[in-house]
């Protein structure tokens, strides 16, 4: 198991209250969202914000990062993918909440992509289930595996409609697996966007975290 670590952000006054967690896609690293979290900070007091950079160097971007390899892009390979990855990602949320002193349910999971993938899997998984699990252009593994799910934690996903990495039907097909499984999901397509977050989904994942959290936004994003 490979440990990680990655920004962090941390609330300007007080003790922390709520942890988002941030995972990047495939061939970036955690300083690509971020930034994310500082435009959300001022809506989301006492919050910290983290972003890990994946365990594993990217065979097609040498700068960047990836949670498992991709090279036959099929379900089998993401489910293997996101099975390896799990203990890794487990142990460095168990380390953020202690660190922070914070209950499990006071945990969010911001995906995007390849870090969507990651954090449905583990999120749905957990031994406490986080509050909310915000995945944006991203894909669900083993969605026949649901049934592992220890909980039901608050869904959003959204996704662009001209998506060509994750095609726009891998949302719409999580979100009926999820549905399914009784799982609460909320699902947003972006007419015209591709892959990628515009400023219209940035507002939705913060109002689902404010909701999740208990957090009134002090001022409208």
Known sequence: MTEIDGPRIMPEDGAPTALVVFLHGYGADGNDLI???QSWAPYLPGVVFVSPHAPQPCG?????????????????????????????????????????????????LVGFSQGTMMALHVGLRRPVPPAAIVGYSGYLAGADHLHEATGKPAITLVHGTH???????????AAKALEAA???????????????????????????IGGALDI??????
């Open 35 to 37: 930034d994310i979290g």
């Open 60 to 108: 097609m971007a040498p700068m960047g990062r990836q949670w498992f390899p991709l090279t036959l892009r099929d379900d089998e390979e993401r489910w293997d993918g996101v099975l390896d990855a799990r203990p890794s990602l487990d142990a460095f949320l168990d380390a953020e909440l202690a660190r922070h002193g914070l209950t499990g349910d006071r945990l969010v």
């Open 163 to 173: 998506d060509q990495v994750l095609p726009v039907r891998s949302s719409e097909s």
């Open 182 to 208: 009784g799982i609460p999901v909320r699902l947003h397509l972006r007419p015209g966007l591709g892959h990628g977050i515009d400023h219209a989904g940035l507002v939705l994942g913060l109002e689902a």
């Open 216 to 221: 009134a936004l002090p001022r409208s994003p």
